[in-house]
């Protein structure tokens, strides 16, 4: 079990011989039944069943409370078994309590802490009530409100959209409490659903949806309901604080779970053209279709990369996860959809079926879709960043002395997880600017060299752009010239997270090759220039090779490369 430590790797072991083989038209957690429950708009009981019998939830509980999370990193590439074979029931079955979880680790008092943790070590789960269908992804503008009355909470309001709230055992809530508005107007309140009388609670139809159809989205309206005061999570006011700081978490764990889609999607498409011929030859021998191979692949692998380095930044370099985070997000959720959508082109007619065995793919190419706005849309993540680049730029990005190696390494030895530690404004020097910066002092091969030079040499144009920018600069109504510089932020903390991983990788590993780092940042630095960049032909091959060697071995395609089923 290659990369992810000996005890994360024997978890995802069990966990996938529980799913078992998603190939197999009997699993009643398979690709079959998957789809099958797909079409009725749910996720399969059998998985389910397999993932409660695993303790799924436990993964999202700190080990201090009695659970199984210790790394982030870990914890990611755990959730990649289940969001392979079905997105819908990663989140919705699972992924949706850590979202409500995140908040009360980070803010919540002992007692609140383990409530909790009782009840996703029961297998029960939390919902997390945010949203308002009126505010979109501006999760900041509430209506909701918790008046203080009597000694009590009095909750009144509607929230819509919300993952699992009919079958939560506890809310999260996001409300307001000063009326006045301002930055501390509002507050989060962890709330059990028992504690929330029946005659003042009414429960919203379901919403329906295009892809992830599995998901059971609901809301809820409550009328003048009564609540204790200590379901308060943390000081008054502070829950936006509170979110600013546990979303760093969720913020690039959700998409990094879901380049196991792409991992699908990749993996369904090889099955498909290596089982067919057009032209009088094998689909997989013609170019465009291995250039797409190529790309997808590298594209997988640079995704990984920088979530990873993120996972590990959350334990060595807290401080910076207010700008990784959202950098991430915006950065992965770009390349999944454009390498699913190149994959469905190869795909073919094949794509549209909803039946016979390659009918995961138009499920995957649909689920897909929201993680480039759930949770929070991309554009809102360079909204994120933007405050922040001018402080980079003047502190961080100069003279920053490069990441320590555990950034970059699966088996590195890790701090505890600090949820409460995470800052809400970056803090200290930019270590991923300093490990491009200290690559260039090394004896780079001739083909790696200029790429690497291209990337140092973009992060000094943006420190001198971003050091210039005013205040008026970074509000949400910023320029798309503005904005761009946010972006480009983004990939140049991918291409230093590949830099650190292949400096730092296993000799004679795959990811020690040079040829894997050539095609991300290529495609890295095509992206960033607005147009298409195919890997390079010199190491298209040497990519090809590889990933029909793991299809064959039933190897992950990503950073990891653990034995699937």
Known sequence: MSGIGIDAGARVAALEERLGDPWDPANPAGFAAIVAADEHEETPEGGRT??????????????????????????????????????????GHCSSSLLGAVNVWTAGSAEQRRYAAGLLLAGEKIS?????????????????????????????????????????????????TDPDGGPRSSSQLFVPVSDLAPERTRFLPRFRSVGMRGVRLGGISLDHCPVDTSALL??????????????????FALPAMSTAMLDTALRVTLHHVRGRRLYGRGVADIPMVRTTLANAFADLLLCEAFAAVAARSLHLLPDLGSVYAPAVKYLLAGFLL?????????????FYRRDGEHAVFQKMARDIKPVAFGHIARAACLSAMLPQLPVLARRAWRDAAPAP???????????????????????????????????????????????????????????????????????IAASVEVRDLAAGYASVLAAAACV?????????????????????LTRLTGRALGRPADVPTDVEEVLLDELLDRHDHSVGFGVSAHRYR
Not at 63 to 70: I, K, T, V
Not at 143 to 160: C, Q
């Open 128 to 176: 997390c009530a945010f949203h308002e269908l009126a505010h979109g992804n501006d999760i900041g503008s509430v209506e909701f409100a918790a008046t203080p009355v009597d000694g009590r909470l009095v909750l009144t309001g509607r929230k819509e959209s919300i993952t699992n709230l009919d079958r939560a055992d506890a809310v999260v809530f996001l409300a307001r």
């Open 500 to 520: 650190g991983t292949w400096r730092h990788a296993t000799p004679g590993g795959f990811l020690a090759r040079p040829e894997w780092l050539a095609a991300a």
């Open 405 to 475: 190696a555990a950034l970059f390494t699966a088996d590195g030895e890790l701090p505890p997880l600090d949820l409460t530690g995470l800052r809400v404004v970056v803090g200290r020097q930019d270590a991923l600017a300093g490990t491009l910066r200290a690559a260039l002092d090394d004896d780079l091969p001739a083909s790696l060299r200029p790429l690497v030079e291209a990337q140092a040499q973009r992060l000094g144009s943006l420190a001198e752009a971003c050091a210039a920018l005013r205040p008026r600069d970074l509000s």
């Open 50 to 91: 397999a993932l409660d019998d695993f303790g799924i939830l436990a993964e999202f509980v700190p080990s201090a409370l009695g659970g199984r999370l210790e790394r982030v990193d870990h914890l990611v590439e755990l959730m990649r078994s289940v969001y392979r074979r079905d997105p819908s029931l990663g989140l």
């Open 338 to 350: 454009d390498a699913v959508e190149q994959l469905s082109l190869v795909m073919g007619a094949e």
């Open 234 to 251: 943390g000081a008054p006011g502070t829950g936006m604080d509170t979110v600013a700081r546990a979303f760093q978490l969720t913020r």
